[in-house]
C-alpha cells in the first residue's frame, strides 16, 4: 500500500501544480492517513517504514501550518503596535505646526484657503485649476514668473463668474511649464497649526485648517510660531 502523497507528480515523477481545492490540511491528511490503515488488506498490512513516513509528512504538513499561523499572528500584532505607536505620537502634534503633502482645500464663510506648492524648478507658468466634489473645474488660477521652491496663492472663493461658492472641501490640480517650454507638475501641500486628532479605521489623522491629514502624509514638524498660536 502507498504512501499519502501530498504532492502531486506527473508520470515521471516531477511534481506538478494543483488547485487550491485539491490542497490537503492536517484534518484531511489525518482522515486519509486512518482510511487507509483501516481499509489496509488485512494480507498485506502497512509496513513499519511505510506508516513512519507518513507520520513524518504529516508531522511537517502540521509545522508548516502552525509555523504560518504563527507568522500571521506576528505581523498582525507588528501592525497594531506600530499603529498604537503612531497613534500615540499623533497626540503630541495638537498644537504644533505641520506641513503635510495634500491636494485639498477646505472654504468657509470665515477664512479664505491658501493653496500651497512647490515648483521643483523655475516656472515662466503655474496653471492651478479648483475642483469641487463632483470633480467640475469651477475655478483657474494663471500664473506667471514663479521661482523654484515653496510658492502660495489666496484663493478667494469664487468661480469663474466671481460668484462665491458654498462651503465645502475643493481639489486642487497643478501644472507648470519651465523655462525651455517643457511641462511639468509642482507637488501640492498643506501647513498650518495641528487643532486636534480624529481616529477613524484604527488611524490617526491630524485635523489642520478644516481637514483631517493623515500622519503618513506629513512632511515637517515645527513648534508653532508665538503669532499662530494667538
Same mark, same amino acid.
Given at each position: %500500500? *502507498?504512501?499519502?502523497?501530498?504532492?502531486?507528480?506527473?508520470?515521471?515523477? &516531477?511534481?506538478?501544480?494543483?488547485?487550491?481545492?485539491?490542497?490537503?490540511?492536517?484534518?484531511?491528511f489525518?482522515?486519509?492517513?486512518? +482510511?487507509?490503515?483501516?481499509?489496509?488488506?488485512?494480507?498485506?498490512?502497512m509496513?513499519?517504514?511505510? /506508516?513512519?513516513?507518513?507520520?513524518?509528512?504529516?508531522s511537517?504538513?502540521?509545522? %508548516?501550518?502552525?509555523?504560518?499561523?504563527?507568522?500571521?499572528?506576528? $505581523?498582525?500584532?507588528? @501592525?497594531?503596535? %506600530?499603529?498604537?505607536?503612531?497613534?500615540? &505620537?499623533a497626540?503630541?502634534?495638537?498644537? =504644533?505646526?505641520?506641513?503635510?503633502? /495634500?491636494s485639498?482645500?477646505?472654504?468657509?464663510?470665515?477664512? $479664505?484657503?491658501?493653496?500651497?506648492?512647490?515648483?521643483?524648478?523655475?516656472?515662466?507658468?503655474? !496653471?492651478?485649476?479648483?475642483?469641487?466634489?463632483?470633480?467640475?473645474?469651477?475655478?483657474?488660477?494663471?500664473?506667471?514668473?514663479? +521661482?523654484?521652491?515653496?510658492?502660495?496663492?489666496?484663493?478667494? #472663493?469664487?468661480?469663474?463668474?466671481?460668484? =462665491?461658492l458654498?462651503?465645502?472641501? @475643493? !481639489?486642487?490640480?497643478?501644472?507648470?511649464?519651465?523655462?525651455?517650454?517643457?511641462? /511639468?507638475?509642482?507637488?501640492?501641500?498643506?501647513?498650518?497649526?495641528?487643532?486636534?486628532?480624529?481616529? =477613524?479605521? #484604527?488611524?490617526?489623522?491630524?485635523?489642520?485648517? *478644516?481637514?483631517?491629514?493623515?500622519? +503618513?502624509?506629513?512632511?515637517?514638524?515645527?513648534?508653532a510660531?508665538?503669532?499662530?498660536?494667538?
Open positions: %500500500m *502507498g504512501i499519502i502523497s501530498p504532492v502531486v507528480t506527473d508520470s515521471n515523477g &516531477n511534481p506538478v501544480a494543483t488547485g487550491s481545492s485539491q490542497i490537503l490540511d492536517k484534518d484531511d489525518m482522515t486519509l492517513l486512518v +482510511a487507509q490503515m483501516t481499509n489496509q488488506n488485512p494480507l498485506e498490512p509496513d513499519n517504514t511505510e /506508516f513512519i513516513a507518513e507520520l513524518a509528512q504529516f511537517s504538513l502540521e509545522q %508548516m501550518q502552525n509555523m504560518n499561523a504563527l507568522l500571521e499572528q506576528s $505581523l498582525e500584532w507588528d @501592525y497594531l503596535q %506600530m499603529q498604537t505607536v503612531n497613534n500615540t &505620537n497626540t503630541s502634534l495638537i498644537g =504644533r505646526e505641520v506641513q503635510a503633502t /495634500f485639498n482645500i477646505y472654504l468657509d464663510e470665515d477664512n $479664505l484657503p491658501q493653496i500651497n506648492y512647490t515648483s521643483a524648478e523655475y516656472a515662466q507658468s503655474v !496653471t492651478i485649476e479648483i475642483l469641487n466634489a463632483d470633480g467640475a473645474v469651477v475655478r483657474t488660477l494663471d500664473m506667471e514668473d514663479i +521661482a523654484a521652491g515653496g510658492n502660495s496663492i489666496v484663493w478667494d #472663493g469664487k468661480d469663474e463668474n466671481g460668484d =462665491r458654498e462651503s465645502g472641501f @475643493y !481639489t486642487i490640480q497643478i501644472s507648470a511649464v519651465n523655462g525651455e517650454g517643457e511641462s /511639468f507638475t509642482p507637488s501640492t501641500y498643506v501647513e498650518g497649526i495641528v487643532d486636534g486628532v480624529v481616529y =477613524r479605521d #484604527g488611524s490617526a489623522y491630524l485635523q489642520i485648517n *478644516g481637514l483631517e491629514i493623515s500622519l +503618513a502624509e506629513v512632511t515637517s514638524i515645527q513648534a510660531n508665538e503669532e499662530d498660536e494667538g
